[in-house]
């Protein structure tokens, strides 16, 4: 493998902005910032650190083809990477409901698909696991791989850390193999104590349906002990993080579906946090203020067909600004 791979990693890190007013209904208390996705999606970090792991302990000699199942993103990033690291082949997993969007650029990849149906008996996970064990063949394991883990301990949690000038104390991040939100914590409590270092995870709500995210039930799969990872969880219904995301990304933040999600859900947890004052030995000795960053795994590009689909014609318009969830938005 090449050094210019590491050069590769450095160029495609996130970005981190703070919000404006007009969508951070609570500046008066918080100052929050985004954490924007890289030019291919949050998961080019994870993805790195996973096939580079790989190659270090030799398990790459002889493989021709990587299989993984995959809601997209990591599997678009197999394909950026995979070249790099000498394999020729990208076979996903994908299920049946892909955005057009995203199933448009994994061809443009050159990535073999095999679609897999919700009430598939073995499941995509475990068939990717089974098609790895053939020779010439590998399996990266995103959903028990530690590395997932680490990649966002060792990249993206100082890379938080550095940009807030170390005053970020509370992170949100939407929940799909939980590598983010498992990283952050182990760097976070790590270095500041948990109870001084906030991590919650945000979920799909039980009927919700967000590219990238789960919900509790379908968190089952993940092999990795997510549960474990978080200091609380909060649930976010499919509508919000949508309208959300288009919200965001109409003022000019990139915001996917899960991003939406990811900030419908500081939303949620501040909306009780400001209010009965749980939050406030959080606030900044300086600026007297709760400093927050919320991960924005990838932008909407992918998702454009969705939103008619989802979002009330009145939503589709040109609102720019975000209010406080009420308690319809609870809900869900």
């Not at 939407?174 to 939100?181: A, F, P």
């Not at 939406?260 to 501040?270: D, I, P, Q, R, T």
């Amino acid at each position: 493998m090449n050094s210019h791979v590491d050069f590769l990693l450095s160029s495609m890190s996130p970005s981190l902005v703070e919000l404006p007013p007009h969508v951070n209904p609570y500046h008066n208390d918080v100052v929050v910032y985004a954490l924007l996705p890289p030019v291919h999606s949050l998961k080019i970090i994870p993805t790195y650190y996973i096939l580079k792991d790989a190659h270090e302990k030799g398990l790459l000699e002889g493989i021709h083809t990587i299989v993984e199942n995959t809601s997209g993103n990591f599997g678009a990033n197999l394909a950026i990477w995979a070249p790099h690291f000498g394999i020729k082949n990208v076979m996903l997993c994908i299920p049946n409901d892909l955005a057009e969007g995203k199933t448009a650029t994994l061809k443009r990849y050159g990535v073999e698909m095999t679609v897999i149906t919700r009430d598939n008996a073995i499941g995509g996970i475990a068939l990717a696991k089974q098609m790895g064990e053939q020779p010439g063949f590998f399996c990266p394991r995103q959903y028990d791989n530690e590395m997932n883990v680490y990649a966002h301990y060792d990249h993206t949690a100082p890379l938080i850390d550095r940009l807030t000038n170390e005053k970020t104390r509370i992170v949100f991040a939407s929940v799909g193999t939980s590598g983010t939100i498992g990283g952050l914590s182990k760097f976070g409590w790590g270095k500041y104590g948990k109870g001084d270092y906030v991590v919650i995870g945000v979920l799909c709500a039980p009927k919700a349906e967000i590219p990238g995210a789960r919900s509790r039930d379908r968190m089952k799969q993940i092999g990795l002990p997510w549960q474990t990872f978080a200091d609380d969880f909060v649930e976010v219904d499919t509508y919000n993080a949508y309208l959300t995301s288009k919200i965001l990304d109409s003022n000019g933040f990139p915001a996917g579906p899960s991003s939406g999600m990811a900030y419908w859900g500081f939303l949620k947890f501040c909306a009780t946090g400001i209010a009965n004052g749980s939050l406030d030995k959080y606030r900044d000795k300086g600026d007297g203020k709760i400093h927050v960053t919320v991960l924005f795994p990838d932008d909407a590009k992918n998702y454009s067909e969705k939103y008619p689909t989802i979002l009330r014609y009145e939503h589709l318009g040109s609102k720019k600004t975000i209010e406080p969830p009420t308690i319809e938005d609870y809900q869900i």
